[in-house]
């Protein structure tokens, strides 16, 4: 018995897009652990914290962390935040992976065709093929992603625990002029400044009853 050439090739197909969510799976641990260590997060609680933040939920939470990181330059910053900006953009190739059907096209060199619909207003089928090369690309953008979260990681590590709060401060409001700013929201502890005369009472005045006049 003959097999289709679908047949044939669609073990190899499989292999290829399984090998891009493996490595996928791989950068968005390495950004849950960036998260966890930029927050002081214990792993439980980095664990279902993550288990619960959409992917470009956990990219903006890395960028905020960048932007007011003492450690970090402003060179630094403006490349690490660049570069989590294009790590955001992937996530277009990572969904359309995983929600289009895909299969091996009758070439002689293996390609992947992906049936992608696009309906936001026009209905479109646009032609989406990945040759081994293809593959191969995507697979070196997610490595060098995943590089570039550990580096960020191994840096966020070995802050001190108060030092984001103590970077926050810079952007906070001055505490002398607006008490509930964000500075008084992250003191440890608060002064209560309510006085007496704001304290609600349950005497009440007696009142004058109405004139009994007919």
């Known amino acids: 018995m003959t097999l289709s050439y679908e047949m044939q090739h669609l073990p190899e197909a499989c292999r290829q897009v399984g090998t ?15 998260i966890g260590k930029a927050l002081k997060l214990e792993q439980m609680a980095e664990a279902i914290i993550c288990a619960n933040l959409k992917f470009a939920d956990k ?4 960028k905020t962390t960048v932007s007011v990181a003492p450690f970090l330059d402003n060179d630094q910053r403006t490349h690490f935040q660049k ?25 002689e060199d293996l390609i992947v065709e992906f049936l ?5 207003g026009d209905l479109k089928f646009p032609e989406t093929r990945w040759d081994t090369s293809e593959f191969h690309t995507k697979y070196r953008e997610i490595v060098d992603a995943t ?10 590590a070995i802050i001190p625990r108060n030092s984001l709060a103590g970077a926050l401060l810079r952007f906070a409001p001055n505490p002398d002029t ?31 009853p109405p004139s009994s006049e007919g």
């Open 20 to 34: 891009y969510f493996y490595h996928w799976a791989g950068m968005e641990l390495q950004l849950n652990s960036l």
């Open 59 to 62: 990219i903006y939470i890395a």
């Open 83 to 107: 570069r989590l900006n294009k790590i955001k953009d992937q996530a277009v190739w990572r969904n359309m992976l995983a929600h289009n059907a895909f299969g091996p096209l009758d070439q």
């Open 116 to 120: 992608v619909t696009k309906a936001k």
């Open 147 to 156: 590089d570039l979260l550990i580096e960020m990681g191994e840096k966020v």
């Open 178 to 208: 607006h008490p509930l700013g964000l500075a008084g929201l992250l003191s440890p502890s608060q002064e209560d400044h309510t006085s007496e005369t704001n304290l609600p009472t349950d005497r009440t005045e007696p009142q004058t």
